[in-house]
């Protein structure tokens, strides 16, 4: 029960998360970040999408941590933000893979830094909200 609870809050959370990103990031972050963000697809898309951060963040971040274990104590916890970056290049790239008709398109690696800490944030606000 409990996972469940977490995969629907996941789902739910990282949805409207990508919505609001979609919506109003390129309008926000045009002074601050050269790069753009978008979600092309229906509206389906950013469930799936969702779905499959949830699936990279529970499969691919505990290895990429663990790895990087001495990476991030050196640098106080900073390369962490490097590992959201490139679990946003890869939810890009696996994006590509999947059979409906979305896409997500992230132009610049300043672009990868600020969504995977905008990411990061939400994903911490869901373990609290969940506990």
């Not at 409990?2 to 996941?10: A, P, T, V």
């Not at 229906?42 to 990279?56: G, R």
Request: proline share 3%; hydrophobic share 60%; aromatic share 12%.
């Amino acid at each position: 029960m409990k996972f469940l609870q977490r995969l629907l809050f996941s789902l739910i959370g990282y949805s409207l998360v990508f919505w609001q990103l979609n919506l109003h990031f390129n309008e926000l972050a045009a002074n601050i970040v050269k790069g753009s963000f978008s979600i092309e697809g229906a509206p389906m898309a950013y469930i799936i999408l969702a779905a499959l951060l949830s699936l990279i963040n529970s499969l691919v971040k505990p290895i990429l941590m663990l790895v990087s274990l001495p990476l991030r104590w050196i640098t106080l916890g900073v390369f962490s933000l490097v590992i959201n970056a490139a679990l946003l290049w890869l939810l890009q790239e696996v994006a590509t893979l999947v059979p409906a008709d979305i896409a997500l398109h992230v132009e610049h690696w300043q672009t990868y830094i600020v969504i995977g800490v905008i990411l990061s944030f939400v994903n911490g606000f869901l373990h609290w909200f969940e506990r």
